[in-house]
């Protein structure tokens, strides 16, 4: 599928990269051991290494190290067993050493792919160019004072993943995906909880323009985006942006912009007159970090199903539609919940279920799979309820309504309010001779061809049965009262 | 009473563990010598009221016979420690008032071990320099005089450290070495000062210059004592990813006297064009005192030597400059904001305020080797020369057991007369410099005296974590040149 | 090699962070220059094959427990600063 945007002088495609920021999931610091927890009084998660005293050295956090491989490994990555950690230069209020500890010629991790799964079930390959540790910066408050800006640095030093995306992605669309897919896959792995809105995953966007077929053009990097749907926005505001310039004669000016959705712009950072020059090098506080092929793969035992394998495997085990065993697999509490429901079911009929009618529900309660007042369990046995031919479908659907505002266990629902399937034929012959009786005009019109008065006939018999015969049968001893 | 600021650090020790006197007397003594030598402005801070506190509590430690290695002898403490609740200014503005909520590990070692301050002793503005003469609480004086009665510079960066124990106002002191910072000052001001090898101390709370090649270390009145303070203050820190994992032995057991055997290294280009006269006189001396000894005599080559200060001179600035971003006024230290300054004024204004010349001087040199455009043909090319010169010494330590060279290539100069020519300054540094890069042990002694009845030093360069080498020919090299003269510039 | 301009100079007394007069340019200028003659020297030692040695410290980065060691000490952190306010530091307010 290609995207264009159709300028006047000719269709333009988009190039674009992505640069993730996720806060790592871990107890202490990249290299202090002051806490990671959110919410703490100002200046309370600091040690005098993170206040960049004088004299305060840096000593690695072991997990962090261990959660960028894992990340790694699920990015299906190469692990490079020798990387070092370098320092980036720059003065900013939230940045007390004056430097960044980064990573820069030889990053923990290297080239990898995401697997992206659009929403006509098809898939794309977004190339991984690289993942590496950093550290995160305090926070700058400005709204505190007219004449001052508050500096806390409770977030200063916490451990980073940067992700670089390949400039594989081509539409808005592909970005969304990839950013669902990366948050799903960190997720799933425990290294990043990906809260984009709390700002523990960070999107920097690199776009560009040109015309098909020809090389790159000059792209400009929007920062700081903070949810998927504004990524996606910004992308495609600012690729309008570019064609408008280019098209009018103009050059894209190399440069940082931000976004503005309330007023649905990207606007140039103000610039300084001298750009920034970061004066990489190695830390000489820090040694090389090397480890070897069985830390590896202690953590590779570690590795959960990861999204595209649960995905594959849904879609063999339970013949899932490419479409449907994505949605499960986006989040793991989804599968989670789903593998319950269709443990020794039919897969099918529990996907649908679980999509189409829980989630639906869930989506219009904005309520999480993990706040869901329908247990898997439960809905597991809604489903052996109607498989049985205890219920009908149709009750089922009433069934799970009243299991959404009572959470209750179905089998007590429909025991209580005697919603059990008639399935009686002598009860259902009754009901039948009975419509059949008052509407004979109609069977006429059946003997004579017409076959869709049949289903007229199953709904009046329903009907008659307050919807608890089986249709199936209806449907049949129909068929041979009135056809012979 | 013996004076008891003349004594050395082991007899001391030994004076304390007689009962002879009380910690509390020494102490006095000292802080008594501090008031009558304090125009040697060797102290920024002198403690006196921590250390008689200090003194107390030692001498009833040891009542309860709980005497530790250094205890209840009074030190001076090079103000690049961050000493708790204790000024620490490095010898700058920037810091001027910065009181550390916390101790460096180097001197909590030493407090541990009984040690007692005395004050914060003077330096080069941030480490950086070779004469003291950048501080921006004044130059300390050499106790030494010049034949004209001139005040010389005692060396730096730890010059108000060796000034301190040449004129007998401490028993011994902490100088930290980057290019030659104790060695030199050692040199200038006849006394013993020892560069462990790279990673032998911990660098956690010294106040960071360059990185990659500080090192903490005692500065003392004999060799001996440079063992047993050594003894205090290595050791492994889990704080700091650059100290060694290495087990700390007992150096003063080295000093057996006995060296038969062992090979000394002379590297032929340590002997530089225009070198004068009474320092080649003086390192043949010393070739020949340990020939009498029984070692043996081996001419080993470091080719790589004549580029060692340019190395040095690139790869320090670098890191300094750096390490020296955090010093902005936000956090700690001088601020200087203007009504209607926005943050970078800040930051320009406080710099430019706070550190002193030479500081900024190397800041902009560091800023420019690592700029943009010129990291690979100068700070990633003198990265790559440094391993030829590491290179070189492992090649020569292959075939010796430690080295011979000059300390300094003269003896003190008088205050003010290099000044204005950084590049003469920087030659002070020549031979230094080469085992900083290669983070190698090096110890310096006096060894004899120049025409102007000046100390002159030798140093010894070792293998690494081979100070016990180092210190055993330094011991024999000690006997043999019996160095007794004393300053000038002392009464009585 | 030849001599620094001004305009160069400048720029890095701005990456320093370092209010410089203009005659303190023109003195850095030659400073810096100075440091260049090193830098010439250093062109003519082969390096071929070399690694560039940024520790003499022959060992790899110790990796250190992840628990939580350190912090809580907020009054520390703030004792030596300038301007504090609510726990945080002051600085001037800065526009992004």
Request: aromatic share 6%.
């Amino acid at each position: 599928m290609s995207y264009v945007i159709e300028g006047s002088t000719g269709p333009w495609e988009i190039v674009v990269g992505l640069e993730v920021h996720c806060q790592v999931i871990s107890e202490s610091k990249l290299f202090s051991g002051a806490s990671t927890k959110f919410g703490n009084e100002p200046n309370t998660n600091v040690s005098l290494v993170d206040a960049a005293m004088p004299g305060m050295l840096p000593v690695v956090n072991a997990q962090c190290v261990r959660q960028a491989v894992k990340t790694g490994l699920g990015l299906k990555a190469k692990i490079n067993k020798e990387s070092v950690f370098a320092r980036k230069n720059y003065f900013y209020a939230d940045l007390p050493q004056g430097y960044q500890i980064s990573q820069f010629d030889k990053p923990i991790v290297g080239e990898g792919t995401i697997i992206l799964d659009m929403p006509d079930g098809s898939t794309k390959s977004v190339g991984i160019e690289r993942l590496h540790l950093e550290q995160d910066a305090g926070k700058s408050m400005h709204d505190q004072d007219p004449k001052y800006s508050h500096i806390d640095l409770n977030r200063s030093g916490v451990a980073l993943m940067e992700i670089v995306s390949m400039p594989d992605i081509r539409t808005p669309e592909e970005a969304g995906a990839y950013l669902t897919k990366l948050r799903a896959i960190v997720r799933y792995l425990g290294t990043c909880d990906g809260n984009m809105n709390e700002g523990s995953m960070r999107c920097d966007a690199n776009v560009s323009v040109r015309r098909p077929g020809e090389p790159f053009g000059t792209r400009c990097e929007i920062k700081n985006v903070n949810s998927i749907r504004f990524v996606m926005q910004a992308i495609e505001i600012e690729a309008k942006r570019q064609v408008e310039v280019l098209e009018a004669g103009g050059e894209i000016v190399q440069e940082t912009r931000l976004y503005d959705q309330r007023l649905g712009e990207t606007r140039s950072m103000r610039s300084k007159e001298m750009a920034h020059d970061y004066r990489y090098f190695p830390d000489p506080d820090l040694l090389p970090l090397v480890f070897d092929d069985a830390f590896i793969s202690e953590i590779e035992k570690e590795l959960p199903e990861l999204p595209d394998e649960k995905k594959a495997r849904f879609m063999r085990e339970n013949g899932l539609s490419a479409y449907d065993a994505g949605v499960l697999v986006a989040e793991k509490e989804k599968a989670d919940y789903y593998e319950i429901v269709a443990k020794g079911r039919d897969g099918k009929l529990a996907a649908n279920w679980v999509i189409t009618n829980l989630f639906g529900a869930l989506n219009k309660a904005e309520v999480g799979i993990a706040d869901s007042p329908v247990s898997a369990e439960n809905l597991g046995k809604l489903i052996d309820l109607i498989s049985n031919d205890t219920i009908s479908g149709r009750i089922a659907k009433d069934v799970f309504e009243i299991m959404i505002e009572t959470g209750d266990d179905p089998e007590k629902i429909v025991e209580e309010k005697g919603l059990k399937q008639i399935t009686d034929t002598g009860a259902i012959e009754g009901a039948i001779d009975e419509v059949i009786a008052a509407n004979p005009d109609k069977v006429q019109e059946i003997r004579d061809g017409k076959d869709r008065m049949l289903g007229w006939f199953v709904g009046q018999v329903m009907k008659a049965t307050g919807g608890k015969a089986n249709p199936g049968m209806v449907n049949k001893l129909l068929r041979d009262k009135i056809l012979g | 009473m013996t004076d008891l600021t003349k004594l050395t650090l082991a007899e001391a020790r030994d004076g304390l563990a007689k009962g002879e006197y009380t910690s509390v007397e020494l102490t006095e003594a000292h802080l008594k010598s501090m008031e009558a030598h304090r125009n040697l402005n060797a102290y920024i801070t002198e403690t006196p009221e921590k250390a008689i506190e200090m003194a107390k509590a030692s001498d009833a430690k040891r009542a309860k016979g709980e005497a530790g290695k250094m205890e209840g002898l009074p030190i001076a403490v090079k103000d690049l420690f961050c000493t708790e609740g204790v000024q620490t200014t490095a010898a700058s503005h920037i810091l001027e008032g910065f009181k550390p909520e916390y101790e460096s590990t180097v001197t909590s070692k030493l407090f541990e071990n009984g040690a007692v301050m005395l004050g914060k002793a003077n330096l080069d503005e941030f480490a950086m320099g070779s004469s003291n003469t950048s501080s921006y609480y004044g130059n300390a004086i050499n106790p030494w005089k010049g034949k004209d009665g001139k005040d010389l510079v005692p060396g730096g960066s730890s010059g108000g450290s060796a000034a301190a124990v040449a004129a007998n106002m401490a028993l011994a002191a902490t100088g930290t070495d980057t290019g030659g910072s104790i060695r030199q000052p050692a040199s200038y001001c006849g006394i013993v000062g020892l560069k462990p090898t790279y990673g032998r101390c911990s660098r956690w709370g010294i106040v960071a210059f360059a990185s990659s090649l500080d090192q903490a270390g005692p500065m003392t009145k004999t060799v001996r004592d440079a063992a047993i303070m050594l003894g205090s203050m290595a050791g492994h820190d889990a704080k700091d990813s650059t100290s060694a994992p290495m087990a700390v032995p007992d150096f003063e057991a080295a000093l057996t006297g006995d060296i038969r055997g062992m090979k000394i290294g002379i590297p032929k280009e340590y002997r530089v064009d225009g070198m004068p006269e009474e320092i080649s006189k003086l390192w043949d001396d010393g070739v020949a005192m340990l020939r009498d000894a029984g070692a043996e005599v081996v001419d080993v080559t470091l080719p790589h030597t004549k580029y060692a200060l340019g190395t040095y001179y690139i790869v320090a600035p670098a890191e300094a400059s750096s390490n020296l971003a955090r010093y902005d006024g936000l956090r700690y230290g001088q601020r200087v904001m203007d009504e209607g300054d926005s943050l970078d004024d800040m930051y320009m204004k406080s710099r430019a305020a706070g550190f002193g010349k030479e500081v900024q001087r190397r800041i902009m040199i560091g800023t420019y080797v690592l700029s943009a455009g010129y990291y690979d043909a100068y700070y990633n090319k003198a990265l790559k020369v440094r391993r030829r010169i590491y290179e070189d010494f492992a090649n020569a330590f292959g075939t010796v057991d430690t080295i011979l060279a000059p300390t300094a290539p003269s003896a003190a100069f008088a205050i003010g007369e290099n000044e204005g020519d950084p590049v003469k300054m920087y030659l002070n540094d020549v031979f230094t410099v080469p085992a900083s890069l290669a983070g190698l042990p090096g110890l310096s002694l006096p060894t004899g005296l120049s025409s102007e009845g000046l100390p002159l030093g030798l140093q010894l360069i070792g293998k690494p974590f081979d100070e016990e080498t180092v210190l055993r020919v330094g011991g024999v090299l000690e006997s043999a040149a019996n160095f007794t003269a004393k300053p000038s510039g002392l009464e009585g | 090699m030849s001599s620094l301009d001004k305009e160069t100079v400048r720029r890095i007394a701005y990456l320093s962070r370092i209010n410089v007069s203009e005659e303190g340019l023109s003195e850095l200028a030659g400073d810096l220059t100075r440091i260049l003659d090193f830098v010439e020297e250093l062109q003519e030692v082969d390096v071929e094959g070399c690694e560039p040695l940024t520790s003499v410290a022959d060992l790899t980065l110790p990796l250190r427990k992840d628990e939580v060691t350190d912090g809580n000490i907020q009054q520390k952190v703030l004792s030596n600063a300038p301007m504090t306010d609510a726990g945080c530091f002051v600085v001037p307010k800065v526009v992004e």
